[in-house]
């Protein structure tokens, strides 16, 4: 039976409102606190300042993704159309000034190899999909894509402290401050 | 509507006018809980009778007609169908393209008013996207059957084959073939990365279960972490910014496969812009005629309000005042192009033996919506509804009368036909309507119909700065706890 040891995962506190889950993120950011995360229903206006954030990279993976399907489209059109199988139709040349032609392709196959740039490096920079998490074990959580406003603070952390966090948890507002365990 | 005002915030310096109030978006106050419980309700709730009447009807209806009718087609040969004389693109071309013009609406709602930052279009986004799925699909039957053997249908995509022949990258052709496709691809993803944060709410009001482990793995695992919420809203926004060009270029490119051809009536520079404008408006109608039922059976009146609503008749009547302009503007550019080819095919389709179709088309495409100047007209529900219905109508009329009228009167007389679809023809259109009405059944009763994360992100207090009375002095005036309390 018990032979699972557990491992301390962090603190999970709950705050009342988006505004107390911003103010009370500001303290933990000035805290210096690195492995925390603010979880809320819906995305929060501000919160990435107020939780030291930078800016997503997200673009520039989409950027190379899309310049890709554009040079993708190209190649493609330019070997099949002017090198291997040459055919004039609609009285257009088979060389490189057919290229407006191939504009419409280029085109969307930009934007396709861009959607799923989007799509795979989103889920690469979120570190999903993951079947289960610490977090889940917790008896409130679930209310966090309902209408619950909670931070939790990973043990991982080198300011965690067992006694410390909790208190700076409270101290910054939080309620039903739970200690969240994971099996080993 | 919006016609109570409030007085100016106090911090606000010079002249003091009163401020038109803006309108909620979410009615009643109703507190985040309740969104949750309403929109998840609708797939945790057992269904109401209304649903199982539309639903088995239209699931029999898509049986016999798309997959009876197609079989049908398969193992007899495509001359079934009505177009084997001049009309050769006949019904299922019409049908195509009536179908991928319904589902721009969808990504216009979700795209590009995103980008112009409109609110209002987080209460309807999530079933637009869905009808845009549904539609492309029926819309992909069409083109797929209509090569003939459909079993050579993989011809389209450019993969080395044995009679060494590639595809004309020079044609609209093809082009359809990839912007098409590109369309369907990306409004999926963006469909189902929008979902993401929903199905997390409903796997974490399953109970442990068949429902938790299959909404948990659709979810992927999401928790909703700013971490998470940061870079998903840049993907979101990204997909918007990649939607919007998309979906202005895919019906281009399907006006293209007109315009580009030599054809009296097709050979405009209009069509691009033109099949655009009517694309949304057929979209917008086809969103308000399964939009407003919805709202009343599953009881969403304080999400999708009569604001929305308000707003979706007003796109109707731009767009279709739009449409109606392209029209007026095909035949005076007709008349003064002195080209007699050019005038006797709007001559022909005005007072040819098609003349009833351009009459239901002008009708109900130009006229009906023009009732919706008037505010009585845009808030009656019946009014709203009629004109949507006549929208659906006349946008599949205006396919017909480019498509039917004009191959019908091609430059040989001995070429003219009179054009009439074949029951094999009908049968596949309905079924289809069928198709799309039982996979949109599906989806409310499987999938979140709304958006709750960004219904819930529209309410005032989830501003992290709404009681912050130092910024926002007029914020917080009106306390949403009375209702809160209420409700609880």
Not at chain 1, 60 to 71: D, E, I, K, N, Y
Not at chain 1, 136 to 151: K, L, V, Y
Not at chain 2, 364 to 369: D, F, I, Q, Y
Not at chain 2, 453 to 465: F, G, N, R
């Amino acid at each position: 039976m018990s032979t699972t040891r557990k491992r301390v995962y962090g603190y999970l506190a709950e705050f009342k409102s988006a505004s107390a889950l911003y103010k009370a993120a500001e303290k933990v950011r000035d805290a210096g606190f690195r492995k925390w995360d603010c979880y809320s229903p819906y995305p929060i206006h501000g919160l990435d300042g107020a939780m030291g954030m930078k800016r997503s990279i997200l673009p520039w993976f989409v950027f190379f993704g899309g310049m890709t399907g554009t040079a993708t489209a190209f190649t493609l059109a330019y070997t099949t159309q002017v090198v291997i199988y040459p055919t004039v139709v609609q009285a257009k040349p088979a060389n490189i000034f057919t290229i407006p032609a191939f504009f419409p392709v280029m085109f969307e196959l930009t934007i396709l190899f861009s959607g799923f740039t989007v799509l795979f490096g989103l889920l690469a920079l979120i570190q999903l999909p993951r079947l289960n998490h610490p977090l889940f074990a917790s008896n409130q959580f679930h209310r966090a894509t309902d209408d619950g406003f909670f931070i939790a603070i990973e043990a991982r952390d080198p300011k965690f402290s067992p006694a410390a966090t909790r208190d700076l948890l409270a101290e910054i507002g939080g309620a039903n401050i739970e200690l969240v365990e994971e099996e080993d | 509507m919006a016609s109570t005002t409030q007085a100016a915030p106090a911090a606000h310096t010079g002249v003091k006018l009163p401020v038109l109030e803006r309108e909620k978006l979410i009615l009643n106050g109703r507190s985040y809980h309740w969104i949750t419980e309403r929109i998840c309700g609708v797939v945790e709730n057992k269904q109401p009778l209304l649903w199982w009447l539309l639903f088995i009807p239209s699931a029999l209806i898509a049986a016999i007609g798309v997959g009876g009718g197609l079989f049908h087609l398969v193992s007899t040969g495509v001359g079934v169908w009505g177009n084997t004389n001049r009309v050769m693109w006949g019904w299922p071309i019409v049908n195509f393209v009536f179908w991928i013009g319904i589902g721009h609406a969808g990504t216009l709602i979700s795209a590009i008013l995103f980008l112009t930052r409109q609110n209002w279009r987080t209460s309807i986004n999530r079933a637009a996207e869905a009808m845009t799925i549904f539609a492309v699909m029926c819309a992909g039957i069409f083109p797929a059957f209509h090569v003939g053997r459909v079993w050579f249908a993989w011809f389209l995509a450019p993969v080395p084959n044995a009679n060494a022949i590639w595809q004309n990258f020079k044609s609209p052709l093809l082009w359809d073939v990839f912007a098409v496709s590109t369309y369907f691809t990306v409004s999926l993803i963006f469909w189902f990365l929008g979902m993401v944060p929903d199905l997390a709410t409903i796997r974490d009001r399953a109970k442990p279960g068949l429902r938790k482990i299959l909404y948990g793995i659709f979810s992927l695992g999401w928790r909703g972490g700013n971490r998470q919420w940061s870079h998903y809203e840049m993907a979101y926004l990204l997909l918007a910014a990649l939607s919007t060009p998309l979906v202005l270029s895919v019906h281009s490119v399907v006006s293209f496969d007109f315009a580009t051809s030599v054809v009296p009536g097709w050979h405009t520079t209009i069509f691009p812009p033109y099949f655009v404008a009517g694309a949304i408006f057929g979209g917008f109608a086809m969103v308000l005629t399964i939009m407003v039922p919805a709202r009343f059976v599953y009881g969403l009146q304080d999400l999708i309000t009569m604001k929305h609503i308000d707003n979706m008749a007003k796109i109707i009547l731009l767009t279709g005042t739009i449409v109606g302009y392209a029209y007026l503007m095909e035949l005076f550019v007709a008349f003064y192009s002195g080209a007699i080819y050019e005038m006797d095919a709007f001559k022909f389709r005005i007072a040819g033996p098609y003349w009833w179709a351009y009459a239901a088309m002008m009708s109900c495409n130009v006229l009906s919506p023009q009732v919706f100047w008037f505010r009585s007209c845009r808030e009656n529900l019946w009014v709203v509804m009629a004109v949507a219905m006549c929208v659906n109508v006349g946008m599949w009329f205006e396919r017909f009368v480019i498509i039917v009228t004009t191959l019908a009167r091609m430059w040989l007389p001995g070429d003219w036909k009179t054009f009439s679809p074949s029951p094999q023809d009908q049968m596949l259109f309905v079924g289809t309507i069928g198709m799309f009405l039982a996979l949109f059944m599906l989806f409310l009763r499987f999938l979140p119909c709304i958006n709750i994360a960004e219904v819930k992100w529209t309410k005032l207090e989830s501003d992290p700065h709404f009681d912050d009375k130092e910024h926002h002095p007029d914020h917080g005036a009106k306390p949403e706890a009375a209702y809160q309390k209420e409700l609880a």
